[in-house]
């Protein structure tokens, strides 16, 4: 048996990382950019009003007070979207909106606030500022910087970026697909009635949720029953998946056949059994270079070792580097209260504590969960996530 961060460790060196495929930017919302993201024209394209006000030549603004106010005859309208082709000369104005195209020869946009129009003439008493009220060409971009670097994770924030470079389509890695087997003679799924001798297979649902989550694609192939043959076969054909989960089968039982499967397939086992509870049994992998699981069936087990081990790899294979050992959140169903040398034989063993504040200390009364009085909560050690997701 060897333990949870080993087992990480090793998991995550037989980890690939998957390679780039171009999607609509809204699809690359948390994945992570393969290409750097060069700025091909300028942001703004051309100077554009900050202002609804008044395109002007500051030259005509130098020294004005309200005492000696400049007058502008208005000689045309720059609305936005809809250029004004008048060119601005001394003791003129153009009439222009926020986000319209500064005129030739203006320089700077005199807010409208500060300015009185009367009888086609603008008059003004303030000075602004030479350059004020306007947007330069490449004041937010400019051509040939990086904007985006390959490795970064796209947010909204980033769609709003490529968007207004007119990027329509960007090279994200690959979502992994993940093919879920749920293997039982005892398991039925929705379309069967109940029966007491059945359980329903949870762990297909519960399992598909959290590879969605993680960002990568379930195929859910549904339940094998406890036979060899099919078991073998339905795993050679969930070889065109890029990871293999099954639940279930891997303890030491009669009919515990994921074991012979996996070695039938000429799996090259990295290890079979891990030191922690829940998740003992978990096996892990490869098949042709395919990461292949192989979780114990309980429902908790199942999910928590998802956790630990599945979801870091399927983050590196979809290319974030920035992977920790950062512990959950207590809010996480997953939050666990750590009973160290608890198990027979001195392992350890995580018992559930939904939603206990990190480091408190509880008594026994506080919780069915707590089996020992004054026991320090902790969520579930060496536990992986990205570090501000
Ligand atoms: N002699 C020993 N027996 C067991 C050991 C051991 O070391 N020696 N380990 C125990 C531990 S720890 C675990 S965990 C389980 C793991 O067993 P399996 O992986 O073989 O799982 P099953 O026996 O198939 O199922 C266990 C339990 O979970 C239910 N199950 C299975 N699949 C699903 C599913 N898709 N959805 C919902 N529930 C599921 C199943 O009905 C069983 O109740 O072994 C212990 N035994
Ligand atoms: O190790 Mo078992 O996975 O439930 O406790």
Do not use: W
């Not at 091909?40 to 130098?62: C, F, K, N, Q, W």
């Not at 030479?130 to 004041?139: A, P, V």
């Not at 169903?333 to 160290?340: A, G």
């Amino acid at each position: 048996m060897i333990d949870i961060k080993k087992v990480q460790k090793q998991i995550l060196e037989a980890t690939p990382v998957l390679g780039r495929e171009s999607v609509p930017i809204l699809d690359a919302v948390r994945r992570v950019l393969v290409q750097d993201i060069i700025v091909a024209e300028d942001l703004p394209a051309s100077d554009i009003s900050a202002m609804d006000g008044y395109a002007v030549s500051h030259t005509s603004l130098r020294s004005v007070s309200k005492q000696n106010p400049a007058y502008f005859k208005i000689i045309g309208e720059s609305p936005a979207g809809k250029p004004c082709g008048a060119i601005v000369k001394e003791g003129e104005a153009v009439r222009i909106m926020t986000g319209g195209l500064v005129p030739e020869g203006a320089d700077t946009v005199v807010k409208v606030e500060d300015t009185i129009e009367e009888d086609g003439y603008v008059i003004c008493s303030i000075d602004p500022g030479c350059g004020e009220g306007i947007r330069f060409k490449g004041e937010s971009l400019q051509t040939g910087e990086v904007v985006l670097h390959a490795g970064d994770v796209i947010s909204p924030l980033e769609v709003g970026a490529l968007a207004s470079l007119r990027r329509a389509y960007v090279y994200v890695h690959r979502k992994p697909l993940v093919a879920i087997l749920s293997t039982g003679d005892e398991l039925s799924d929705f379309h069967e009635p109940p029966s007491p001798s059945k359980a329903m297979c949870s762990n297909l649902y519960a399992l598909a949720a959290q590879v969605v989550e993680a960002g990568a694609k379930p195929l859910c192939i549904g339940i094998v029953q406890d036979d060899l043959e099919e078991l073998q076969s339905q795993l050679y054909e969930a070889l065109h998946a890029d990871v293999i989960i099954t639940s279930g089968g891997t303890s030491k039982g009669k009919y515990d056949l994921v074991h012979k499967a996996f070695s039938s397939l000429d799996m090259k086992m990295k290890f079979t059994n891990i030191f922690d509870k829940p998740g003992k049994p978990t096996v892990f992998g490869t098949i042709r270079k395919k990461l292949v699981f192989g979780l114990p069936g309980n429902p908790s087990a199942t999910m928590l070792s998802f956790e630990q081990f599945i979801r870091p790899a399927l983050l590196k294979m979809m290319g974030f580097q920035n992977i920790s050992n950062a512990s959950h959140n207590t809010n996480d169903p997953f939050s666990l209260i750590d009973s160290f040398n608890y198990g027979q034989g001195g392992n350890k063993e995580h018992h559930r504590a939904p939603q206990i504040p990190l480091g408190k200390t509880l008594s026994g009364n506080d919780n069915k969960y707590l089996k020992k009085k004054k026991q320090v909560c902790n969520t579930m050690p060496g536990c992986l996530k990205i570090v501000g997701r």
